[in-house]
């Protein structure tokens, strides 16, 4: 089993930032992808960012691209989100998820292990 714990959710007003960290611990694989994902409310979740195992190797939804960043500590399993410009349609609960494989984000198929979730809520 692999434990994901999130944090740096909050309230912040639009134009504001926020970076968000997650760490894996527990049976974590040699190498895996590592993303977020949110749901706000009243909508399904959505794909919002993924990294490899390199830094180059990053995938961003078309609608936080430019805003949001994502990187990763591979010493410790940490991954993080940059958010930057952040608007109220950016509110929702933010999921940190793991996937053995870094194409099963950028196909859009299942992950393997998910987070409880941040709750980050921008105010108009």
């Known amino acids: 089993q692999v434990q994901l714990v999130e944090s740096g959710g909050g309230l912040v007003q639009t134009g504001g930032s926020l970076r968000l960290s997650c760490t894996a611990s527990g049976r974590t694989p040699t190498n895996f992808a590592m993303g977020w994902s949110r749901q706000a409310p009243g909508r399904e979740r959505e794909f919002v960012a993924a990294?490899?195992?390199?830094?180059?190797?990053?995938h961003t939804a078309d609608s936080v691209k430019g805003r949001f960043t994502i990187s990763r500590d591979y010493s410790n399993n940490t991954v993080y989100l940059q958010m930057n410009d952040l608007k109220p349609e950016d509110t929702a609960v933010y999921y940190c998820n793991t996937a053995r494989y870094y194409t099963s984000y950028v196909q859009g198929t299942s992950y393997d292990y998910w987070g409880p979730g941040t709750q980050v809520t921008v105010s108009s």
């Open positions: 990294i490899g195992m390199i830094a180059s190797m990053t």
